[in-house]
């Protein structure tokens, strides 16, 4: 079992922060939003695209897999009652030559081995596509 350790802590009503080690993130917590920090729900759609980008990381030499660059897009879906996460869809490109198969092959493992993914997968749906960089 590993275990993570994060704190959090209000500065005033326009936002906060989280530390983690030698980290810190600005969290939007005004009530008005803020456009220089993520919102909750913004940190929730981060922490998927870091696990699939983290996720990345250790499956390609193991994979043998040739890539140059990977981006995640993703989007979600709030309902207002009760308040939830109901859909998240997201889009991995890959700037890679690999064929076909072994892009499948790659996502398949994100989807797999992701800590985040599989305990998000499990709340709500979610679902998306690997392409290759046009």
Known sequence: MLDY????????EHGSEARTKDALIVLDTDMKGRADAFNPAEMLLAS????????????IPMLEFDLRGIEVSLRGQRQDSPPKMVKIDYEIVVDTDETDQRLDLLHRNLQKYGTIYNTLAGATEVSGQIRRKD
């Open 5 to 12: 350790t994060v704190t959090a802590r209000r500065i005033d």
């Open 48 to 59: 998927l695209a870091a696990c699939m980008l983290k996720g990345t990381e250790r499956v």
